[in-house]
């Protein structure tokens, strides 16, 4: 069944980002991956839970065979500002050392949870680590951090669906949009 803005009642502005436009940013992006990692032996690490709909699709979008692992960091909570506090919830099962490693990501938004990421996992020793994250939020960062492969920037607006959350509501939405401020209190 189609998923529409309209099918959300009240809650969703608007789309920012379609079903299509993702489909063909990550077929986009993973022919740019198969090209940097042909040959080698890669290990994608999806970022939990916000990174599943991007993993499953563009781990599918890939050529190149992968393994799998799964992190859970939280800096969020409930709310729709960073805590920069970063949690581990869930660790990875794989010794990363001299693997390459692909972390994905749903969204980059002030930053600090992928610098905690690339500072812990960079201290794992793998044979490289790099980063691809669906959106980018450029306005919102407060850090740099050098990210191979971007599918959108965005605006500095809290978005949901695609993966993308408020309050645990939204993720399955196959879209990016935005929430109408009377759902968050705006
Ligand atoms: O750049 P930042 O400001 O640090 O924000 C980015 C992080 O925020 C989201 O995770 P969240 O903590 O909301 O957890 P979730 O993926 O389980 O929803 C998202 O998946 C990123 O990991
Ligand atoms: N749902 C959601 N989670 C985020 N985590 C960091 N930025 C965002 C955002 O804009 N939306």
Redesign the pocket.
């Known amino acids: 069944m189609r998923v529409d803005a309209k099918d959300m009642g009240a809650d969703l502005e608007k789309v920012l980002i379609t079903k299509e436009e993702i489909d063909a940013k990550l077929a986009e992006l993973a022919a740019k991956i198969d090209a940097e990692y042909t040959g080698k032996d890669l290990l994608i690490v999806g970022v939990l839970k ?1 990174a599943v709909m991007v993993m499953a699709d563009l781990a599918r979008a890939l050529s190149t065979p992968v393994t799998m692992d799964w992190m859970a960091v939280s800096s ?1 909570g409930a709310g729709t500002q ?1 805590s920069g506090v970063v949690r581990i919830l869930k660790d990875l099962d794989t010794d990363i050392k001299g693997r390459h490693v692909l972390i994905v990501e749903d ?1 980059i ?1 002030s930053g600090l949870t992928l610098s905690w990421l690339l500072s812990n996992l960079g201290s794992r020793e793998p044979a490289s680590l790099k980063v691809c994250t669906l959106l980018r939020k450029p306005e919102a960062a407060k850090v740099a951090i050098d990210v191979e492969w971007v599918g959108f920037d965005i605006p500095n607006e ?3 669906g695609y993966g ?3 309050a645990e509501k939204y993720r399955n939405l196959p879209f990016v949009g935005t929430l109408a401020p009377h759902v968050y209190g705006g």
């Open positions: 916000g969020y960073s969204i938004d809290f978005v949901v993308l959350d408020y």
